[in-house]
C-alpha cells in the first residue's frame, strides 16, 4: 500500500508565498519522478512542476521563475515553494509520483489527495 500526503495548501493573498510538501509512504522500493499538478474549476488538471530522482525538473512556463520544486530522495519527499503567487494559481494542488513496488518490476502512477490553494486579489 503506497500514499502520497500532501500539506501546506492555504490562503495567502497575491504576492505572498507558500511551500508544499508530500510525503511517500509504504511499500516503496524506488521513486521515480515526482511532481505537482494543479486543476482549478472548470479546467483539466495541468502539470505545474516535476522532478527526477537525477533533479532534473521541469515546469509550466506560466510558474517558471516563480516556483521551484525540490525533493529529498532518502526520504520519498517532494516540495513546492510557491513565490509571487498570483490569483489565477488558486486551484488543487495534486503530488504524483512514479513508483516501483519491487525490484524489476513494473512503475506505477501514484496521486495525493490534493491541497487546496487560494490567492486573493
Known amino acids: 500500500q503506497v500514499q502520497l500526503v500532501e500539506s501546506g495548501g492555504g490562503l495567502v493573498q497575491a504576492g505572498g508565498s507558500l511551500r508544499l510538501s508530500c510525503a511517500a509512504s509504504g511499500s516503496i522500493f524506488s521513486i521515480n519522478a515526482m511532481g505537482w499538478y494543479r486543476q482549478a474549476p472548470g479546467n483539466q488538471r495541468e502539470l505545474v512542476a516535476a522532478?527526477?530522482?537525477?533533479?532534473?525538473?521541469n515546469y509550466a512556463d506560466s510558474v517558471k521563475g516563480r516556483f521551484t520544486i525540490s525533493r529529498d530522495n532518502a526520504k520519498n519527499w517532494v516540495y513546492l515553494q510557491m513565490n509571487s503567487l498570483k490569483p489565477e494559481d488558486t486551484a488543487l494542488y495534486y503530488c504524483?509520483?512514479?513508483?516501483?513496488?519491487?525490484?524489476?518490476?513494473?512503475?506505477?502512477?501514484?496521486w495525493g489527495q490534493g491541497t487546496q490553494v487560494t490567492v486573493s486579489s
Open positions: 504524483n509520483a512514479i513508483i516501483r513496488l519491487a525490484p524489476g518490476g513494473p512503475s506505477y502512477n501514484y
Open positions: 522532478i527526477t530522482t537525477g533533479s532534473s525538473t
